[in-house]
Antibody, heavy 117, light 106 residues
Framework: EVQLVQSGAEVKKPGESLKISCKGS????????IGWVRQMPGKGLEWMGI????????RYSPSFRGQVTISADKSISTAYLQWSSLKASDTAMYYC??????????WGQGTMVTVSS | DIQMTQSPSTLSVSVGDRVTITCRAS??????LAWYQQKPGKAPKLLIY???SLESGVPSRFSGSGSGTEFTLTISSLQPDDFATYYC????????FGQGTKVEIK
């Protein structure tokens, strides 16, 4: 079965760092882009960026460039989304998804990140 | 940036109704448009890609049309399982989602 499994929910304080993960299985992880999508509470979907695990080529939305870092470790079929200094406004559900020719055909279950003092 | 505008934001409908949701792009995106369905607490699900191609396993009551800057998602006869929020996504230049259309029970 093709699936993406994300790491569990996180509760952090402002200023802390965080790295969440997304592990792919059931397909060739290095042959598809993996994207990250933010959904703030009660709001819509926002495309953050994508990475090609085969060569780590990474593209960011202008809205998120410099705010987060997307990376991947192809040896363990895992993509990552990380923050160096969290803000309360980073509180959201974060989804990873497999990109198939630009669309997202397989989604992870989501990782809820709560940033609160 | 390409902006995507969906209308309406909310649609109050009954089972059996024909439902039409519109998505407009700020610049031409050819046919590089997808539609997703999202239910509360769940990840989105791909319904339509390349404006009018039905994703495998998606019921045929869903259809998409359009090209350039104007696109439509149609549900021919709304079923109880279809009450959800629908998003369009352009993937011509990077990618952007529309703001969503909530389909609720009248």
């Amino acid at each position: 079965e093709v699936q993406l499994v994300q790491s569990g929910a996180e509760v952090k304080k402002p200023g802390e760092s965080l790295k969440i993960s997304c592990k792919g299985s059931g397909y060739s992880f290095t042959s598809y882009w993996i994207g990250w999508v933010r959904q703030m509470p009660g709001k819509g979907l926002e495309w953050m960026g994508i990475i090609y695990p085969g060569d780590s080529d990474t593209r960011y939305s202008p809205s998120f460039r410099g705010q987060v870092t997307i990376s991947a470790d192809k040896s363990i079929s895992t993509a990552y989304l990380q923050w160096s200094s969290l803000k309360a406004s980073d509180t959201a559900m974060y989804y990873c998804a497999r990109s198939h020719s630009g669309t997202f055909d397989i989604w992870g279950q989501g990782t809820m990140v709560t940033v609160s003092s | 940036d390409i902006q995507m505008t969906q209308s309406p934001s909310t649609l109050s409908v009954s089972v059996g109704d024909r439902v039409t949701i519109t998505c407009r792009a700020s610049h031409s995106i050819s046919s590089w448009l997808a539609w997703y369905q999202q239910k509360p607490g769940k990840a989105p699900k791909l319904l339509i890609y390349k404006a009018s191609s039905l994703e495998s396993g998606v019921p045929s009551r869903f259809s998409g049309s359009g090209s350039g800057t104007e696109f439509t998602l149609t549900i021919s006869s709304l079923q109880p399982d279809d009450f959800a929020t629908y998003y369009c996504q352009q993937y011509n230049s990077y990618s952007t989602f529309g703001q969503g259309t909530k389909v609720e029970i009248k």
